[in-house]
């Protein structure tokens, strides 16, 4: 309930992201299989929906999977919601050419989604450090006072002014686009 509560709270003035709902799922199931353990027997199609309830999650399961994992969603009409996990690769590797391209030490980055794909995919490759939201990554150490004072490839949809102010000079050195499937993004 606790979590409920902050999502419709939340909801209200703000943005609800999807993954937002996933702790509540568990307590959902429990409370499901609570309420239909208890049925009465004259319940005979609770009692069916109950039996075919496992099927139809599995089948559930694989349309979803297939659907994560292929470029089917183009023929579908409409916004994807899986567009938020696609094109990483290739948007990383046209940052680090651009990090390479340009000399940077480092990329500095805003956002925590693409502060977190960028270090997952770049991980060996190049070092990326987020510039902004600093309380989300308590648990890392701070980032290495050598690295940080050389210069930085800055990944951001922000407009660069605003974040002059954290660096000595600011050159534009091009403009990398994550594609997803239906959708182009990360200007």
Not at 69 to 94: C, H, I, M, V
Request: glycine content about 4%; hydrophobic content about 50%; proline content about 10%.
């Amino acid at each position: 309930l606790p979590a409920a509560a902050f999502i419709l709270f939340q909801a209200t003035p703000g943005n609800v992201l999807q993954h937002w709902l996933a702790p509540i799922f568990p307590a959902l199931t429990v409370a499901a299989v609570a309420a239909a353990s208890t049925l009465p027997p004259q319940a005979r199609i609770l009692r069916r929906i109950r039996a075919d309830v496992v099927p139809f999650a599995l089948v559930a399961m694989a349309i979803v999977v297939v659907y994560a994992t292929t470029p089917a969603d183009r023929w579908f009409p409409g916004k994807d919601p899986l567009n938020s996990l696609r094109g990483w690769p290739q948007y990383a590797d046209e940052i680090e050419a651009l990090r390479e391209k340009s000399g940077a030490a480092w990329i500095a980055t805003t956002g925590y989604e693409r502060t977190s794909q960028l270090a997952w995919e770049l991980r060996g490759r190049a070092t990326v450090i987020p510039i902004d939201e600093r309380q989300r990554y308590t648990f890392a150490p701070p980032p290495d006072a050598a690295l940080v004072s050389r210069p930085a490839l800055l990944v951001s949809h922000d407009p660069p002014d605003l974040w002059a102010r954290c660096f000595a000079k600011l050159t534009p050195v091009g403009i990398a686009t994550r594609q997803g499937a239906v959708a182009t993004f990360d200007r």
